[in-house]
């Protein structure tokens, strides 16, 4: 599937003062440490949080103001600012950008922001700034709080509804396999939560209305375990938890709750729910942090494979430090970007000319050049891309 975030620019935002990212799907962020891409991340999953949440919330969250502006400035007065060019799922083409400023006060403000899509039914489009709003559709006319965003809103409306629900929909999953572990109150959920803790009743969701789908689970899941494994829900007094039956020669089994069971295992399970967690959210932005975390080198093909299977319905993101979840022969340059250190800021880059034309003829994989120390170096010339946050819409 091709990118519903097709770039993301950041601007004074955390260790990145301006930096504009394409994506392909998948796309693998690979970096040293301390590079940025925990904070790429985090710029997405704002993004997200702001559409549910309030923005005073999102922001606290996160240490205040003032731990979200670039370090290369005092606080006061300066600003970040995030865009992000959508397509898909019903959005044609479009984008969506805001500014927020910090004020003396340690409070801050909302000084610009816009949306613009064209689908179907035409091009509509908002603009605001500190006090002014203005749009193409007739009659719009919210009023304006420097605290709050718009977009959340009109989302509501059915001419920017698309763009709402498709950053609205972004999951940012980090693996928590103790709360996986947890029984939890039994109730409807379809869609895994990004901390994964509603595993047990996505996996109950699915044995009642897509039992093929867990009979696959089981099978994938059979692959990294030493004997064959099923894992069911286990249902008793409005509780559910995750439950595991090994299977051994003889026909011998035994049964296992997931206290018992390993991180690597729960990891591999988490992974398998958000790729077949039915029915699937709206297309959009899938993004997974380190998910080499807990898993032995032997069965990391395994965690590439499902993530590449969840690009075929979703856009799909990756931060990673292992070069063996990079080892997979389909992986290319596009699938890459590099970040790296320079100048006191995260930087994002494409693969070098050296790796690149090493990765198209074949010549070696992914990770083994990660390996090498040569996939995640600077380039020596780097093309700079444009990093406007803003349009003149009319």
Request: overall charge negative.
């Amino acid at each position: 599937m091709k990118p519903v975030i097709r770039s993301l620019t950041l601007k004074g935002f955390r260790s990145f003062e301006s930096e504009r990212v394409e994506f392909f799907n998948p796309t693998f962020l690979v970096g040293r440490n301390a590079v940025g891409k925990s904070n790429l991340v985090d710029a997405l999953a704002f993004l997200q949080e702001a559409m549910g949440h309030p923005l005073d919330e999102v922001i606290r969250r996160r240490g205040g103001i003032s731990s979200l502006i670039h370090r290369s400035a005092p606080v006061s007065g300066q600003s970040f600012g995030l865009r992000v060019e959508l397509a898909g799922g019903g959005i044609q083409d479009g984008f969506y950008s805001i500014e927020i400023q910090a004020n003396e006060d340690h409070s801050f403000e909302v000084t610009h922001e816009q949306c613009k899509i064209t689908t179907r039914h035409g091009h509509h489009w908002f603009s605001r700034d500190h006090r002014n709003f203005s749009s193409n559709l007739e009659g719009l006319q919210p009023e304006l709080d420097p605290q709050f965003l718009l977009l959340p809103r009109l989302g509501l409306h059915s001419r920017f509804q698309l763009a709402f629900k498709l950053l609205y929909s972004m999951t940012v999953f980090k693996a928590r396999t103790d709360l996986m572990r947890r029984p939890q109150k039994a109730e409807r959920s379809e869609r895994l939560l990004a901390d994964w803790s509603n595993a047990a009743n996505v996996l109950r969701f699915l044995e009642e209305k897509f039992p093929d789908t867990v009979e696959r689970i089981s099978e994938i899941l059979s692959v990294v375990t030493p004997e064959p494994m099923r894992v069911r829900s286990h249902f008793q007094g409005g509780i559910v938890s995750l439950e595991f039956e090994q299977q051994h020669d003889g026909g011998a089994k035994d049964n296992f709750d997931a206290t018992e069971i390993s991180d690597g295992t729960l990891q591999v399970l988490g992974l398998l729910l958000a790729v077949f967690q039915r029915p699937l959210p709206v297309r959009t932005l899938m993004i997974f942090e380190e998910p080499e975390a807990f898993l032995y080198s032997g069965i990391l093909t395994v965690a590439t494979d499902l993530l590449n299977a969840a690009s075929d319905e979703n856009q799909v993101l990756v931060t990673t430090h292992s070069a063996d979840l990079l080892d997979a022969k389909w992986i290319t340059d596009r699938h890459i970007r590099i970040l790296f250190w320079e100048n006191s800021s995260s930087r994002v880059s494409e693969v070098g000319k050296a790796s690149r034309e090493t990765l198209r003829e074949g010549l070696m994989q992914a990770g083994e050049l990660l390996r090498s120390n040569v996939l995640d170096s600077p380039p020596v010339r780097r093309i700079e891309s444009d990093t406007h946050l803003f349009e003149a819409l009319a």
